[in-house]
Structure formats: C-alpha cells, structure tokens
C-alpha cells in the first residue's frame, strides 16, 4: 500500500505544478477578457466598492437562482410574463435610483404607457372610429380624415357604454402591445409589427391635436427625468399638427413646439440638461418625398440649430427601403448627421444586413439598434475606428421578435469587446416599460457576464453622454454635472434601503 503511494507521489507533484501554471495562465485569459470589456478597465472608488458589493451580492443571488431554477428565470421568458415582476429586484431598484446619463433612442408617439392615452380620451371635441385600428380626432364638427367605419362623438359612445370602467380596459388595450399571452399573440415579426403600427396609427389622432403634442413631451420629459436621466434625445417623424377648426400645420411648426416644450421644461426643471431631435420619418418613401424630408430636415438645422440633432430612416427595417436605393440623394446631405437605424434584423445577406454597411459608409454618428452587427468583424472594426456609437435597445429587440431568451441578445458580444455602446429604450411606452430602467436591469442582469459590475453601468451612462449629440463643450459640462450626480448617489448608498 505504502510503496503504492509512494509510487505515484512523483506524478502528483508533476501534476500539481504543471496545474500552477495552467491555472495561472487560465486566470489571465479570464482577467483579461473582463479587463476589455466596456467599463472593465476602469476602477471603483471606496465608496464605489461598497455600492458594488452590494449590487453585486443581489445580483448573483438573482442569477444563481436562476442558474439552479431555469424554469423559473424571469430573464429568458417574455418581457411581459415579467414586467410586473421587475420592481421587486433589488439590482433593479439600485439601477432605477442610479443617474444613468442619456436616453438617445426613443420615438415620439410611443414614451408613456396606455393609461396616458386612455385619459387623453376624456377629452372634449374627440371623435373616434371603431375602424382596424381605432382611430381618434379632435374637431369641432365631424372629421373628413379617413377611417373605415363612422366617426362618433367619444363622449356619446362611452356615455351608451354599459359598463364604462370595462369600456375603458378594453379602449386600453389598442394602446400598448402588453398582452397576457405573447408567444401566443405574436408568433412572428409580422404579427408583432402589425399590432405596433396599429398602436401608431391608433395614438396619431390624440398625439397630433396641438396642445397634445406639446403636454405629451413635456409629461415624457418628467418621465425620463424621474427614472434619473438628464438629457434626451427623440427621434420624430414630426407629424403636422393640427387644431379643432382643422388648421393644419407643416412640420416646421411641430419641431418649433418640440422647442417651446423643451424651454418650457427646462425652465420648471433647471437641473435637466436638455433635449434634441433627431428628425425621423419613414424609409419606406420614394425619392421624391425623401427629398422633401431633406429639405425640411435642412430647414429646422438652419433655423434651430440647437435643437436639432440629425436625420434617420424609421419603420421596419425589412418592409422599408434599404439605404443603398438613397445613397445618391444621401451622400448630398451628409451635413445634416446621420443616425441611421440599421442592422434591427434576423436575416444575415440580406439587404436589410447591409444597412449597417452603407450606414456606415454614410458617415453616421451613431447607428440604431445595429443587431446584425456581430456578424460583420470589418463593420465592427470601422465601427471602432470611427467611434460610432451603437444605440442598443434590448427589450425593443425582445418585444419587436429579433430574440426571445435576451442571453441570446449580441450586446453580450459587443460589451465584451467594448464597444461604443449607450443603451437606450426605443418605444417603452408601448411595452410599458420604464424611460430607460427596464432595459438598464435587463442588460445587466440578463445579457452581460455575470461577472460584469457597477463599472459596466458607469461605463454605459458616462457613454450615453460621450456619444450624444451634444457640442463639445456642453458635453464636458454634462460629464462633469453626471460625475457630481454620480458621487452624490454613491456617497448618499445605503444597501439596506434597497
Ligand atoms: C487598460 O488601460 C491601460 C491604461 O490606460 C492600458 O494600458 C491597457 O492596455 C488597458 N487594458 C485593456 C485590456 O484594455
Ligand atoms: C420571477 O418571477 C416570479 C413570479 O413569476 C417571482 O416570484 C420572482 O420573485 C421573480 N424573480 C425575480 C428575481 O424577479
Ligand atoms: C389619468 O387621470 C387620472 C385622473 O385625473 C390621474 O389620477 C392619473 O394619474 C392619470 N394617468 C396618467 C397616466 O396620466
Ligand atoms: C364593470 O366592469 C368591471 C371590469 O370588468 C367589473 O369589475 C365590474 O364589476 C363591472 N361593473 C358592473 C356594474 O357590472
Ligand atoms: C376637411 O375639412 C377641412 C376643414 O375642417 C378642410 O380644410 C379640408 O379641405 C377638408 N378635406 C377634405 C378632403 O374634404
Ligand atoms: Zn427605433
């Protein structure tokens, strides 16, 4: 027995120093892969050490659980089998109390939830049409706009209701996509797409009343400013506006209420930093009306220069026209900044795939969603090169049916190789999520490493920043008032408030 053991001791020896070095190496490889992911590089403070310890002892007790109960992990189901579930989460609680920067992906007509619309209903001078889908207008006498059914006075036909607290759940549901049963309502991107451009249609009527447009934005503004965000910017199809005698407005008029919104919101809350426009109408036109949009995109650029942002294409990416069909018309107006949305796709070729490439080639200053973007190293490369920033918006891409397990979403791989990410929130209202704190915890959470900490959500916000659309030297005064915000909430962290 001894002579056994002594036998295979030189072995063991052999075997426990050849391991030193195996494991010595092997962490290496996977400090070094934590290092080169977004934030990884960075240090926390002592007081930031203690913020972290805290998040990050929920968030493996979270992720454990789910680990060890994958039938019951919250993340890998649908966002609306889960959302209610969310505001339980202390990670998500830390998250919704943390200053996260910018929001700088988010449409107009889609910011508050279906609560916001249904009392917008109970305003006087509405007419609406039970057509598919519901329509609204506000009018004096009885609208001539188009609808495929009769237009009723709103108040008459809630009046004849027989239950009106049922008539107005059932009004609610034509204002959000949130159903009880959403693998078994949106089986595919056609169905889901379908529901959201009825939704659209659907909020056109109340949203482009005038004084609606105005209230609605400056009501978004205190939203996001409540989820402890400081500056924002919207993209817009700019819808003309319109009054109860019929006045219609051009579009000009919608980004000067855009701008009258902002002052007057900036005035009530001085702490808020701001907002621009992003002018984005539909790619699914033709040359001629893209003209049209260029030269009303021009026009605000001239004459609001510090509200305007840049230009972008919107509307389902495979449906609509690709960016190669305006690359001529395009390449004239590159002065106007391009944010362009590209690479919102499952289908790897295909035309809808390339958008990122022309976007890139277009000289855009930030690219939306651009979830085909694993898929294209020398894209990425370029993507670094020029500091592109990519506007990720996880649970739009979970909603909109590009993924369905988010750990499956690639921001996983484009936080592993740092790239210029900011994290943004797309159409929240739609799927009654937060401005921004939902798609903030399910990033977290959900798709980066387990392992990644308070410095990624530092490195995300402090990005949102760098990467807007700021002039320079505002953004360095933004930075310095988000580095204020920042040490304010960790010196003020009590983890047992969470
Ligand atoms: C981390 O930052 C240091 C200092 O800026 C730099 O030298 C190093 O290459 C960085 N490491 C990684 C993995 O990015
Ligand atoms: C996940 O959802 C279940 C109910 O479906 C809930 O009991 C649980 O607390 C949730 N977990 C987290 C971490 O949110
Ligand atoms: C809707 O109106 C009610 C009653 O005025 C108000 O309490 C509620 O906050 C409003 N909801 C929204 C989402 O604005
Ligand atoms: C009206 O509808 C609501 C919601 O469905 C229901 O809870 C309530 O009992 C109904 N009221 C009457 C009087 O039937
Ligand atoms: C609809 O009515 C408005 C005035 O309310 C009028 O200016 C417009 O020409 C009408 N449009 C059609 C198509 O009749
Ligand atoms: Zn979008």
């Not at 020398?378 to 993924?403: C, F, H, P, Q, W």
């Amino acid at each position: 027995m001894r002579s056994v053991i002594l036998a295979i001791l030189p072995i063991l020896f052999i075997h426990a120093k050849c391991d030193d070095k195996y494991h010595e190496k092997r962490k290496q490889l996977v400090e070094l892969e934590l290092r080169m992911a977004l934030g990884g590089n960075t240090t926390l403070n002592d007081k930031e050490n203690i913020v972290n310890n805290c998040l990050m002892q929920h968030k493996f007790n979270e992720l454990d659980y789910g680990f060890d109960n994958p039938d019951h992990y919250n993340l890998s189901h649908h966002f609306f089998n889960y959302r209610n579930q969310i505001q339980k989460s202390k990670v998500y609680k830390i998250i919704q109390s943390m200053p996260k920067g910018a929001v700088l992906h988010v449409h107009d007509m889609a910011i508050i939830g279906p609560d916001y619309f249904v009392n917008l209903t109970y305003m006087d001078h509405l007419y609406v049409c039970f057509g598919k889908p519901i329509k609204f207008w506000f009018s004096y006498t009885v609208p001539n706009t188009t609808c495929d059914g009769d237009w009723k006075l709103m108040k008459d036909v809630r009046k004849a209701a027989a239950n009106v607290t049922q008539f107005d759940a059932d009004l609610r549901k034509h204002f959000t996509l949130v159903c009880d049963n959403p693998d078994v309502v949106y089986p595919s991107i056609k169905e889901t797409w379908t529901t959201f451009m009825g939704y659209f249609t659907s909020v056109y009527g109340l949203l482009s009343f005038r004084p609606n447009w105005e209230q609605y934005f400056y009501d978004a503004l205190k939203l996001f400013r409540a989820d402890n965000i400081m500056y924002v910017e919207v993209r817009s199809i700019l819808p003309n506006l319109y009054e109860l005698d019929g006045t219609v407005y051009d579009k000009i008029i919608t980004a000067k209420a855009y701008r009258k919104t902002i002052n007057k919101f900036l005035k009530d809350y001085p702490d808020f930093l701001g907002a621009k426009l992003i002018f984005a109408p539909s790619r699914k036109v033709d040359a001629k009306v893209l003209d049209s949009y260029i030269q009303t995109a021009r026009h605000i650029k001239r004459d609001m220069p510090d509200l305007y942002a840049g230009f972008d294409l919107v509307g389902q990416e495979d449906l609509g026209n690709p960016l190669i069909e305006f690359v001529p018309q395009l390449l004239q107006a590159k002065d106007l900044n391009f944010f362009f949305h590209a690479g919102e796709t499952n289908w790897y070729g295909t035309l809808t795939d390339e958008n990122l490439v022309d976007a890139v080639l277009l000289g855009a200053k930030r690219i939306g969603h651009g979830y085909a973007l694993a898929k294209h190293p020398a894209l990425m490369r370029e993507v670094i090169e020029k500091d592109i920033g990519i506007e990720v918006n996880v649970l739009s891409n979970a909603v909109l049916s590009l993924v369905k397990d988010v750990r499956n979403h690639p921001l996983n791989i484009f936080l592993s190789l740092d790239l210029p990410v900011v994290l943004s929130s797309d159409d929240p209202g739609a799927w009654e999520a937060d401005p921004l704190s939902d798609d903030f915890y399910v990033a977290f959470v959900g798709v980066a490493s387990r392992l990644a900490d308070l410095r990624l959500l530092k490195g995300l916000a402090l990005n949102s920043l760098k990467y807007s659309a700021m002039k320079a030297e505002r953004k360095v005064r933004a930075i310095r008032e988000f580095n204020s915000r920042w040490n304010d909430f960790v010196n003020h962290f009590d983890c047992k408030s969470y």
